[in-house]
C-alpha cells in the first residue's frame, strides 16, 4: 500500500515518560522532517534532520537518521499531556514531500 | 510572518460533480503541494509545484487537476466527485532555499453526498 493508506499506529504513555518512534521510508531521500498534528489543525513541522546526519536535537526532541536502512526515530524525553498529538515523518527528494502512516500519541496526564 | 488561506473551509457536492478548492500564500514560497487526508489516516501527495511555472502529479494524482495560476496561489480540481473522497484537502507551501519549513493551510473539508 501507499504511505498514507494505512491506518495510524497508536500509542499511550503516562506523562513523564519517554517515547521514540518509528518510520521507515522506501526511496532515496535528502531531508527527513518530522510534524506533529493536533487534532482539528494542519500538521507543524517539529524537526529536519539531512541525510548527512546521523542526529539532530531541538529541546525535548532527538530525530535520528539511518540512510543504510532508511529509517529515521523520533524520540520525545519528558512527555507532557500537551505532546498529545498525531506524528508523521517526512521525506524528499528533489521537491517531491511524501508523508509516512503516523502514530498517535496519547499521554496521560 | 505569512499565512496560507485555503477556501471554501467546507465543500459539499453531489457525486460526480467538479470541484474546485484554492490556496493562496503570502510567504513568497516558490513550492507549494495539495495533500488528501482520510479520516484516522495519514497525508498522500495529490499534486505539487516547484516553482510557478511547474507542475507534478504526486502518487494520488487520479481523479483530480491543479493549477498554479501565479506564485502565490494553487488550486485543486476534483474532475468528478465520488463519495469515497470525503476527506480534509491540505494545502503547503514551502521556500526549500531558505528555511525549509513546511506551512500549512487549515483545510478543505469535501462531503461528497
Known amino acids: 500500500s501507499q504511505w498514507g493508506e494505512e491506518n495510524l499506529q497508536a500509542l499511550s504513555i503516562q506523562e513523564g515518560e519517554d517515547v521514540t518512534m518509528n518510520c521507515s521510508y522506501k526511496t532515496y531521500t535528502t531531508v527527513v522532517q518530522w510534524y506533529r498534528q493536533k487534532s482539528g489543525k494542519g500538521p507543524a513541522q517539529l524537526i529536519l534532520i539531512r541525510s548527512n546526519e546521523r542526529e539532530k536535537r531541538s529541546g525535548r526532541l532527538r530525530a535520528t537518521l539511518d540512510t543504510s536502512s532508511q529509517s529515521s526515530s523520533l524520540s520525545i524525553t519528558g512527555t507532557l499531556a500537551t505532546d498529545t498529538a498525531v506524528y508523521f515523518c517526512?521525506?524528499?527528494?528533489?521537491?517531491?514531500?511524501?508523508f509516512g502512516d503516523g502514530t498517535v500519541l496519547t499521554v496521560k496526564p | 510572518g505569512g499565512i496560507i488561506t485555503q477556501t471554501p473551509k467546507f465543500l459539499i457536492g453531489q457525486e460526480g460533480q467538479k470541484l474546485t478548492l484554492k490556496c493562496q500564500q503570502n510567504?513568497?514560497?516558490?513550492?507549494m503541494y495539495w495533500y488528501r487526508q482520510d479520516s484516522g489516516k495519514g497525508l498522500r501527495l495529490i499534486y505539487y509545484?516547484?516553482?510557478?511555472?511547474?507542475?507534478q502529479k504526486g502518487d494520488l494524482s487520479e481523479g483530480y487537476d491543479a493549477s498554479r495560476e501565479k506564485k502565490s496561489s494553487f488550486s485543486l480540481t476534483v474532475t468528478s466527485a465520488q463519495k469515497n473522497e470525503m476527506a480534509v484537502f491540505l494545502c503547503a507551501s514551502i521556500d526549500w532555499g531558505g528555511p525549509e519549513t513546511l506551512y500549512f493551510g487549515s483545510g478543505t473539508r469535501l462531503t461528497v453526498l
Open positions: 509545484s516547484i516553482t510557478e511555472n511547474d507542475l
Open positions: 517526512a521525506n524528499t527528494n528533489t521537491g517531491k514531500l511524501t
Open positions: 510567504f513568497n514560497h516558490d513550492t
